[in-house]
């Protein structure tokens, strides 16, 4: 004789309403997850190519045999660099990540512009209550 299957409990069931809402709570919890990471990477990339603009800068700076050693000295870096970090490093890149650097030698002062060119966090939360408001109307539309 076969055992009886239990019977399915309707408390295991997610009630539709219920459960919509908590899917639509972690769509918009990963979505902003996800923005302030991001954000947060965004702002570590500005942060180590100015790093290494000023590092080169300061390097340069350094005395007239550092002058002469300069012409070579980003196609070096940029060999040496790519070898151990890869892509991002060529002679080009570093040429402009010492423009950067020289453009901003004032940290606050950069710190300052990245504020102008990234998102407030108004307007993050703005933009995260237009993207709710959507999900919640597509889920009504699919539950009608």
């Given at each position: ?75 070096l870096l940029a060999e040496k660099l790519t070898e151990e970090f890869g892509r991002g490093f060529d002679a080009s890149n570093l040429r ?49």
């Amino acid at each position: 004789m076969k055992p009886k299957r239990p019977a399915k409990s309707k408390a295991l069931q997610p009630a539709a309403p219920r459960f919509d809402g908590l899917l639509c709570g972690l769509r918009e919890f990963i979505a902003e997850s996800r923005r302030q990471v991001l954000r947060a990477v965004d702002v570590v990339q500005v942060r180590t190519c100015w790093g290494v603009g000023r590092h080169i800068v300061e390097f340069e700076q350094g005395g007239a045999a550092r002058a002469e050693y300069g012409a070579k000295l980003l196609p070096l870096l940029a060999e040496k660099l790519t070898e151990e970090f890869g892509r991002g490093f060529d002679a080009s890149n570093l040429r402009y990540m010492r423009l950067f650097y020289m453009a901003f030698p004032n940290c606050d002062a950069l710190r300052h512009e990245l504020k102008l060119v990234l998102p407030s966090e108004e307007e993050l939360r703005r933009e995260l209550i237009r993207e709710q408001r959507a999900l919640e109307a597509r889920a009504k539309k699919t539950s009608s």
